[in-house]
């Protein structure tokens, strides 16, 4: 995979991608028009880029018991919340509201990135990820997908990979 081409200053720079660099991970930025009122922004990236549903994760942040999660699922997937409570060792997973989603994460919702979070929450990654040589999450913004190898989403994010999805 090249490297990035982006820099600080440009205009792919965000927090998500600033860790990345940090942590020396070899990433590729995929900016796209983001249509305002889409209802799936993992669908409407997924068409955009032209991206198999399945490659591309979305970043979902849920209550589990009294702390927050991040799940990152296929955006051809549904988060089985049951699977994710048990991932982390709790009993019960609930959606987070999405202010709570954005003040917990500080991103806006449909650019929350599992990087360069205001903190470090517990991330699980569907086992499903691990079948492609990269996958794309969002890189911290509406319109700009990174695309990296499962390897480096799993490191950087010291996420548990379970089953956590239904298709």
Do not use: C
């Not at 942040?61 to 549904?78: D, K």
């Not at 049951?82 to 919702?109: I, W």
């Not at 470090?120 to 990820?129: G, K, N, P």
């Not at 990296?148 to 298709?167: E, F, G, M, N, Y």
């Amino acid at each position: 995979m090249a490297k990035p081409t982006t820099s600080s200053t440009d205009n792919g720079s965000t927090p998500a991608t600033v860790a990345l660099h940090r942590h020396g991970v070899d990433f590729v930025l995929h900016p796209y028009h983001h249509e305002g009122g889409t209802v799936s922004f993992g669908d409407e990236a997924a068409a955009a880029l032209g991206v198999a549903p399945q490659r591309l994760l979305k970043t979902l942040v849920a209550a589990v018991e009294s702390r927050w999660a991040v799940a990152l699922v296929p955006v051809a997937g549904q988060l089985d919340l049951k699977a994710l409570a048990s991932a982390v060792g709790a009993k019960r997973a609930e959606l987070a509201d999405p202010a709570d989603a954005e003040r917990v994460t500080g991103y806006v919702r449909g650019g929350i990135s599992p990087f360069g979070q205001r903190r470090q929450l517990r991330t699980v990654v569907d086992a499903s990820a691990l079948e492609h040589s990269t996958v794309y999450v969002s890189a911290g913004r509406r319109g700009l997908q990174v695309e990296l190898t499962p390897a480096d989403l799993v490191r950087v994010t010291q996420a548990a990979v379970v089953a956590i999805s239904r298709r």
